[in-house]
């Protein structure tokens, strides 16, 4: 153990320990801006220099290993004098409009200025403006960045994507897309990890909240919205609202509030997907010949664009089921209509997800089989609480609701999607029902979750052994996808969620700088599961009555016209 001494306190730490670690120990927070844990500790924006007794210097705490008798002072007049000078010259060359910028009142930088009472920037400004498509679903604002490299060490580290790359040198030096390409012609996948782990406004979603105040204003169009399952595990906390407040019943109110015509759920898609995917399986399995090995989910458009970009010869192993958002918008606008006699464009179709690949997704040439797009518009869970947020509605003075029929009643399978594991154990479930003629004990497959990166099992399913792998964030995936084609490993049935932890840590989720918390939200859903009267997708009535009354049976003529793709593009 290493002796050392902080702001007055005795601490006792490991050898390699760094002094913000260190200090963490005592519960000190050492102020910083670039630094995430394991990601990016490179001391860029140098705002955690402490000063070091008998040393003529300060040092970063973020990089710097304790040694036993260092005297440390991290708020000496020295030290907080050249924190202050580093904060104004990132301030000098970032674009200060906070009143118009989606991070404000979320932005560790404007946090940092504030708290170092810095009101006015005594340097010259130098704000770097490159030219963005502002169609496109990720946005980057290069007069925001602060260079602090997060977005490179995200994307490079735990993605393994290589999107981002330092351009320039000196003054100039700034974040632009690698190699020379436009981001519509890189392999970004839209995952949107970049933005979750930035810690200002240089990454953000394309905003489409104004799309809805269009269509709600149209009288001429009958608006139906799905709510993905990780919004309902997050929404409420730009709200503070207690657990018991934070409820499904209340997120629906507040969607009725806004004026949405029907307020559906991507659960009871979720459901209709597991029917179909489960019965893809078997058919897989019935012929194992016939297809290629193992079978893939694709559900998760950051993962489909990902095999499409990277590794084109996987793409026929993915699963041709749509995903919940697009089955939801193409039974909307057939199924649905037909009920409510409407015609498709007479229907705008919102979903609201915790996704910036779903945007994409939805605008897909393929995704059209009711004709036009079968969803409209997406919204992420940020935007989704900014637009509540400008219709002023306030959460906690609503009474509960129920979600409309027929596309919003759910089981706990479906529920479970938003979490990396919950497809796997939604398919198995049923796939169990289909082999063995009876339901799985409850806690037969509860084995595939968690976020660990990758999750080998093996079950029994008809006398025969299932393989199954469940793989969340892109990095992980790319190392299955290399291993699968060498032949190095063998599975059965995958599932792989781009972003860590599954949906739950999506790109469009709120920002918690410095936070991973899909762990925790994943829970969530796991005990919004346990509450629900049914866990198993073949027990929905409503989707009973969907294959009764319209689709006749999983993968029928219409259930693949309607409800599949090959998902080549
Ligand atoms: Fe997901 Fe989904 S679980 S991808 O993360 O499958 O976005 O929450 O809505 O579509 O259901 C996202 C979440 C969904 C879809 C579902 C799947
Ligand atoms: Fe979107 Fe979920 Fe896939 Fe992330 S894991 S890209 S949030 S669908």
């Given at each position: ?80 004098s050249?924190?202050r000078t580093?904060v104004e010259l990132?301030l000098s ?25 810095i009101y006015d920037i005594p340097y010259e400004r ?444």
């Amino acid at each position: 153990m290493v002796n050392l001494t902080i702001d007055g306190q005795k601490v006792s730490v490991p050898q390699g320990t760094t002094i913000m670690q260190a200090a963490a120990t005592v519960g000190i927070e050492i102020p910083r801006l670039c630094y995430l844990k394991g990601i990016n500790e490179i001391s860029a924006c140098k705002v955690c220099v402490v000063e070091i007794q008998g040393q003529n210097r300060v040092v970063t705490a973020c990089t710097t290993p304790v040694q036993e008798g260092l005297v440390v002072y991290t708020n000496s007049p020295k030290a907080r004098s050249i924190r202050r000078t580093n904060v104004e010259l990132i301030l000098s060359q970032h674009d200060c409009m906070c009143a118009t910028c989606v991070r404000s009142g979320n932005c560790s930088l404007q946090t940092l200025a504030n708290d170092l009472g810095i009101y006015d920037i005594p340097y010259e400004r130098d704000v770097v403006d490159t030219p963005w498509n502002q169609e496109f679903p990720l946005i980057r604002d290069s007069k925001k960045c602060i260079k602090c490299m997060r977005c490179v060490q995200i994307c490079d580290k735990v993605q393994k994507l290589h999107i981002w790359d330092v351009q320039n040198t000196g003054a100039r030096t700034t974040v632009d897309v690698a190699g020379n390409v436009s981001i519509e012609d890189s392999d970004c996948s839209l995952c949107g990890q970049c933005i979750t782990h930035c810690p200002v406004g240089a990454l953000k979603e394309r905003n489409d909240v104004p799309k809805i105040y269009d269509v709600l204003a149209d009288p001429n169009k009958v608006t139906v919205v799905q709510v993905a399952p990780a919004v309902r595990t997050s929404w409420a906390e730009a709200f503070n609202l207690p657990p018991e407040l934070a409820t499904e019943g209340r997120m629906v109110a507040t969607l009725k509030k806004i004026g949405f015509d029907y307020v559906f759920d991507t659960c009871y898609a979720a459901d209709v997907t597991i029917m179909e995917e489960a019965s893809e399986l078997l058919e897989h399995l019935q012929k194992p010949q016939d297809h290629s090995w193992p079978m893939f989910t694709s559900c998760c458009p950051g993962w489909v664009s990902y095999v499409n970009k990277t590794h084109p010869y996987f793409v026929p192993n993915l699963s041709t089921t749509k995903s919940p958002q697009q089955i939801f918008g193409a039974l909307a606008k057939s199924y649905f209509a037909q009920k409510k006699g409407l015609k498709p464009k007479e229907i705008c179709s919102i979903s609201i997800m915790p996704c910036v690949s779903k945007k994409r997704e939805a605008a897909l040439f393929s995704m059209r089989s009711s004709g036009t797009h079968d969803v409209d518009i997406v919204l992420t869970t940020r935007e989704f609480i900014r637009l509540l947020r400008a219709e002023h509605i306030n959460p906690a003075m609503l009474d509960e609701q129920p979600f409309d029929n027929p596309l919003g009643q759910s089981t706990g399978a479906g529920v479970i999607f938003g979490a990396s594991g919950g497809v796997m154990e939604a398919a198995l479930r049923t796939a169990y029902h289909v082999i063995e003629g009876k339901e799985a004990p409850e806690d037969a497959f509860t084995d595939v979750r968690g976020t660990e990166g990758r999750k080998v099992r093996e079950f029994t399913l008809g006398g025969a052994t299932l393989r199954t792998c469940t793989v969340s964030g892109l990095g992980n995936a790319g190392k299955l996808l290399d291993e699968l084609k060498a032949g190095k490993v063998h599975y059965d049935f995958v599932e792989v969620m781009a972003c860590p932890g599954g949906c739950v840590g999506g790109g469009g989720q709120p920002i918690h700088d410095g936070e991973e918390r899909a762990d925790v939200l994943g829970n969530k859903l796991y005990t919004i599961d346990s509450n629900r009267p049914l866990h198993q997708s073949h027990n929905n009535p409503d989707v009973q009555e969907l294959y009764k009354d319209f689709l006749e049976k999983p993968l029928s003529e219409k259930a693949e016209q309607l409800l599949h793709s090959d998902h080549v593009k």
